[in-house]
C-alpha cells in the first residue's frame, strides 16, 4: 500500500521509523534509492518532506542534500550572475518543498529562481528567440 504523505502512515509505522538511529534511518532510505531508480524512488518525496516538516532530521538532510544536487545542476549551466532562473515542478515549483531550501543555494551565484506553474511556454519562446539568430 503506497501512502502519500507522512502523515498517512499509521502512527506506529511512524514511531518505528523513529526509533532507529539517524544513520539507520538514513540506511533504509539509502537502500531504498539502490533498489530502484529515480522515477519510482519520487513517490517517497511526499512521506520524506512531511518528516522533515515533522522535524525529523534524516529527512530535512534529505532535502538538503535534493537541494544542493539542483543547484548544481542549475550552476553547469553556467548562468550569468541576475539572469533569470524559472524553475517548475513538484520540487521546485511555487509551492514546491525544495524552493527555498535551492534559493538559498542558488543565491550565493546571484541568481533567483522564478518559479512557474508550466514551463512550455517559456522553453518555447526561447526556441523562437534562438531560431532567429544567425
Not at 502512515?9 to 538511529?21: D, G, K, M, T
Not at 517517497?44 to 538532510?61: I, M, Q, S
Not at 543547484?71 to 518543498?97: M, N
Amino acid at each position: 500500500m503506497a501512502f502519500t504523505s507522512w502523515n498517512a502512515l499509521p502512527e506506529e509505522s511512524r514511531a518505528w521509523y523513529q526509533s532507529y538511529p539517524a544513520s539507520v534511518r538514513f540506511a533504509l532510505v539509502d537502500g531504498a534509492l539502490a533498489a530502484s531508480g529515480p522515477a519510482s524512488l519520487a513517490r517517497y518525496c511526499p512521506l520524506v518532506v512531511g518528516a522533515a516538516v515533522d522535524g525529523d532530521a534524516v529527512a530535512g538532510r534529505i532535502l538538503d542534500e535534493a537541494a544542493d544536487l539542483l543547484a548544481e545542476s542549475a550552476r553547469a549551466l553556467r548562468p550569468r550572475r541576475g539572469e533569470p532562473l524559472v524553475t517548475a515542478g513538484g520540487l521546485l515549483g511555487r509551492e514546491g518543498p525544495l524552493l527555498e531550501r535551492f534559493a538559498g543555494r542558488v543565491a550565493r551565484w546571484g541568481l533567483v529562481p522564478h518559479p512557474v506553474r508550466d514551463g512550455v511556454a517559456g522553453a518555447v519562446a526561447l526556441a523562437r528567440m534562438l531560431a532567429r539568430q544567425p
